[in-house]
C-alpha cells in the first residue's frame, strides 16, 4: 500500500538546468510534506517542507509545489549542480494522534552531468 | 552542528542472535525514532519515543523488538532473536518538539543477519 509515491526511479539532468522531481499521495489526511536528500552511506537530511495552506514554498535553488487537487507535489531544483546528485524522498504527514509520523516514498535517484 | 550519531555503522550477526542498535540524538530533541530501509525499498517506520515511554509503532515493530533510553543520552534499538528479512539499514532520528515531522536522522547501521 503506497500511500506515497515516486515514480521515477532516477532521473538524469545536465548541470545548469532544471530538476523535476514528482511526488503522488492517496492519503487526503496528508496536510504536511517533505523532502529529504540522501548520499550514500549517510542519512536522509532535511532539504524543504510545505504546509497544505501553501501550494509553493521556496529554499534558493530549491521550490517544493503543491497541487493539493491532484494530489501531488514536486520539487524544483534550479540550477541543478552535480552536488545535487543524490536520492530524494519525499514524505507526507498528518496528525495522528499528536505525533506526526511521515510516509516516506521510494526515492528518486537524481544524478547531475557536468 | 549539532548531529545524530549511531553505531556501529555496520553489524553482522547471525540469524537469532541479539543485537543493539545505539543512537546518540542531538542533545536537546525530545522526540527519537527508529526507521529501517531494506535494500532498493522505501524508509519505513519503526518506531516512535518520547517522554520515556513509545508512542507509536508500526506493524513492524513486533514483540521482537524494544526500544531503550537508559541514560538520558543514548536511544537504543534492540532485536531479540534476528531474522534473515531483518536484514536492512536502520536509521535513529531526533526531533526538537512542536511539529516534530522535521527529523534529523543519523547515518545509519547497516545490519546483515547471516
Known amino acids: 500500500d503506497q500511500q506515497v509515491k515516486q515514480n521515477s526511479p532516477s532521473l538524469s539532468v545536465q548541470e545548469g538546468r532544471i530538476s523535476i522531481l514528482n511526488c503522488d499521495y492517496t492519503?487526503?489526511?496528508?496536510?504536511?510534506f517533505l523532502w529529504y536528500k540522501k548520499y550514500p552511506a549517510e542519512g536522509p537530511t532535511f532539504l524543504i517542507s510545505?504546509?497544505?495552506?501553501?501550494d509553493k514554498n521556496e529554499d534558493g535553488r530549491f521550490t517544493v509545489f503543491l497541487n493539493k487537487s491532484a494530489k501531488h507535489l514536486s520539487l524544483h531544483i534550479v540550477p541543478s549542480q552535480p552536488g545535487d546528485s543524490a536520492v530524494y524522498f519525499c514524505?507526507?504527514?498528518?496528525?495522528?494522534?499528536?505525533?506526526?509520523?511521515?510516509?516516506f516514498g521510494r526515492g528518486t535517484s537524481l544524478i547531475v552531468h557536468p | 552542528e549539532p548531529e545524530v550519531t549511531q553505531t556501529p555503522s555496520h553489524q553482522v550477526t547471525q540469524m537469532g542472535q541479539e543485537v543493539i542498535l545505539r543512537c546518540v540524538p542531538i542533545?536537546?530533541?525530545?522526540?527519537f525514532y527508529w526507521y529501517r530501509q531494506i535494500l532498493g525499498q522505501k524508509v519505513e517506520f519503526l518506531v516512535s519515543?518520547?517522554?520515556?515511554?513509545?508512542?507509536?509503532k508500526s506493524e513492524i515493530f513486533d514483540d521482537q523488538f524494544s526500544v531503550e533510553r537508559p541514560d538520558g543520552s543514548n536511544f537504543t534499538l534492540k532485536i531479540r532473536s534476528t531474522k534473515l528479512e531483518d536484514s536492512a539499514m536502520y536509521f535513529c532520528?531526533?526531533?526538537?518538539?512542536?511539529?516534530?515531522?522535521?527529523?534529523?536522522f543519523g547515518p545509519g547501521t547497516r545490519l546483515t543477519v547471516l
Open positions: 514524505a507526507a504527514s498528518g496528525a495522528s494522534g499528536g505525533s506526526y509520523i511521515p510516509t
Open positions: 492519503n487526503s489526511m496528508f496536510d504536511y
Open positions: 510545505i504546509s497544505s495552506i501553501k
Open positions: 542533545s536537546n530533541h525530545l522526540y
Open positions: 519515543f518520547y517522554n520515556n515511554e513509545i508512542s507509536e
Open positions: 532520528a531526533s526531533a526538537g518538539g512542536g511539529r516534530t515531522d522535521t527529523q534529523y
